[in-house]
């Protein structure tokens, strides 16, 4: 089976570390071009020039916080400079602040806001018009195992995460018939910055460490282990491919049969 992504352009926002770059990093190795934002020049500059041995030439990097808009329209318009349309758009974010509802005010609310919803908004209205004249997209939001049960201490995830799970949905039933496909892919407990920065946080409330707070997350896992970022990566690429064409509309969950619903 061939993903047949060779040359494709693809841009992943929040990429200079964990799920992002891992995505990134696959589909260099599937011969894309691949341009990668995030708020720190330091890691991105890392990061790229760690990948570029990958792949010379096929990565490019621009500093974009995408809680602000000018700076998404900057760097889609760099992208594009350096390789042209973008083909595909993989929507990921920083984790928003957790919290209980008690622990978040206004400006928290604000910022999960832009940072979850409303990022996935504005990179998706910049490279839509192209993708619908070329006849052909994928758009593939990071989302979590939280829009399929809710996490306790997540609520701006839980929530904000939700509102990308319908608005992906109502958006491949309208760009379908470009042959343009809309999907998430909903990671479980994943060994990232991100989770041992949660770890950390439960570890100290249920004051244990936070290597015994990582094995208990393991523990309740069906299959005893956090995933890898690279296990979510093979998930977004295969649906980025003309073997993954078929599917749309749809939110895939890589999560190790954490999750207990059924559906
Ligand atoms: N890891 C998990 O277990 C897990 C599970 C479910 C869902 N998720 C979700 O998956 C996504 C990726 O998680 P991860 O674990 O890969 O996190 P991570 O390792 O902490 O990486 C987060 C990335 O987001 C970038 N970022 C943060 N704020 C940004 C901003 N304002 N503008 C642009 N980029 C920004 C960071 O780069 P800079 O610091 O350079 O900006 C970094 O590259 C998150 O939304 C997370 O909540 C993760």
Redesign the pocket.
Known sequence: MEFKLANKNVFV??????????VAKLFLTENCNVT?????????EK?SSELNVLNNGKIHFVK?????LD?IENAVKSAEEKFGTIDILVN?????APGFFDDLDEAKWKQGFD??LM?AVRFTRLVLPKMKAQKWGRIIN?????VKQPIDN?LL?NAF?SGVTAFSKTLSNQVGQFNITVNNV??????????H??AEIRAKQAKVSKDEMLKKMAADIPLKR??Q?EE?ASTVVYLASEIGGYINGQTIVV?GGFNKSTY
């Open positions: 926002s929040a990429a200079s570390t964990g799920i992002g770059k891992a990668i934002c995030s708020s720190k020049i330091d890691k991105l990061t974009c916080d995408i809680n602000n700076e990921n974010c920083g984790g928003p940072q979850v990022s990071i989302t979590s195992i939280s997540l995830s995460r909903a990671p479980g407990l994943t060994l990232t910055g991100r989770l920065e949660l956090l995933a970022p979510i999560d």
